[in-house]
């Protein structure tokens, strides 16, 4: 399964610096605008203890994790959606993610250079905002019209789709993105194939200063990007770029020592996967055994079939049952045999929905 958020933000905020830490794939780095003109696209391990464990218990030939893909996406302006600064190739971009991280200034550094001249994160996240709303409204123009003229002719799906055009052209008009406009199935999707790009989840990333780390509530713009991101029902990641890229470069216990000596937990950049999964809805379903353990990447609400399918096309068409225990509960057991003893391995069917941390052995006849 192949999920992917695209980094956004205005120039040098720190997106290229927070791929570079995401990814260590080297994108360019630099302070002026648009260095980055050619999306980047990385793929990450993302960090879970619960496959650790499993590890430890059937001391497998290989772990695999599972992945995450971002995209860095060149700096956005004023007039992106008219073209402005490489505006259409970007906006492009981004209508191919799954979800937008919108990485906000909220540092000073005369260093620096800002593109408007001035740190102000609400300025920032609203000139992105805009730029994606005007895009999106030009892509209704274009449109409605035409399905007008089908519903005047009483044409079912055509009414469907003019409901819900009409509806997201006065949102746009009014400055709203699409995610907050109210839509019945029906009509989410009759424009489910225009890909609105304020439709898309997002997540605001506040890159702080080394020094506002460990306690970033004492940065008034993080308070500004959290007050701003309460209202757009989004959840925000402090994280400092700069200090990421230290991170990456660590290993195990250098990596904990390193965290613990700045006064927090975990990195951003855990943080951000983390957010980034419980956005897009996902989860993880484990397969343990000599061979490997491995983490699977699946939808929440995904029936067990459909999960065993993101194995192998042929797991879903042969489907016959999965053998599943919590992980939760074959720790407790302290291995598999004693999970089954204690009763806690199950024989589930094609109706199951697979649940977070599941151990799966699925079961199939082709």
């Not at 992917?4 to 080297?26: C, D, E, R, Y």
């Not at 943080?271 to 484990?286: D, H, M, N, P």
């Not at 053998?323 to 074959?330: A, F, G, K, P």
Request: hydrophobic share 40%; net charge negative.
């Amino acid at each position: 399964m192949s999920l992917t958020t695209g980094i956004v933000g205005l120039p040098n905020v720190g997106k290229s610096t927070l791929f570079n830490a995401i990814t260590q794939a080297g994108a360019e780095s630099a302070n002026y605008p648009f260095c980055t003109i050619d999306p980047n696209v990385g793929i990450v391990s993302v960090p879970d203890e619960r496959q650790e464990k499993l590890a430890q218990m059937y001391n497998p030939k290989k772990v695999i994790p599972t992945t995450f893909e971002f995209t860095d996406i060149a700096g956005l302006v004023k007039g992106a959606s008219k073209g402005e600064g490489l505006g259409n190739q970007f906006l492009a971009t981004i209508r191919s993610v799954d979800a937008i991280s919108h990485v906000v200034r909220c540092f000073d550094d005369k260093d620096i250079t800002h593109v408007s001249g001035k740190v102000d994160p609400i300025d920032d996240i609203e000139t992105i905002n805009l730029e994606l709303i005007l895009a999106d409204l030009e892509s209704v123009n274009k449109r409605i019209d035409r399905v007008q003229k089908l519903a005047k002719q009483k044409d079912k799906d055509a009414v469907i789709e003019f409901s819900a055009l009409t509806k997201l052209k006065d949102a746009f008009e009014n400055e709203k993105p699409a995610r907050h406009v109210e839509l019945s199935d029906d009509e989410k999707a009759a424009v489910k194939s225009l890909n609105f790009l304020t439709s898309k989840p997002v997540l605001y990333v506040a890159n702080v200063s080394e020094d506002d780390l460990a306690s970033p509530d004492v940065n008034d713009y993080v308070k500004q990007v959290q007050a701003f991101a309460e209202k757009d029902k989004a959840e925000v990641v402090v994280i400092s770029a700069r200090i990421e890229s230290e991170i990456a470069e660590l290993d195990g216990e250098e990596k904990q020592n390193f965290l613990e000596e700045l006064g927090i937990k975990k990195s951003g950049l855990d943080q951000l996967i983390e957010k980034s999964y419980k956005l897009l809805g996902l989860a993880t379903y484990f397969t343990a055994g000599e061979q490997e353990v491995r983490a699977w990447t699946f939808h929440q609400g995904t029936k067990a079939p459909q999960a065993a399918g993101i194995i192998h096309t042929d797991f879903e068409r042969g489907f016959i049952r999965a053998e599943v225990v919590s992980y939760e509960d074959l720790m407790e057991a302290g291995s598999l045999q004693a999970a089954k003893e204690k009763g806690k391995l199950r024989l589930e069917g094609k109706e199951y929905i697979v649940q977070d941390g599941d151990v799966i052995h699925f079961r199939f006849n082709v």
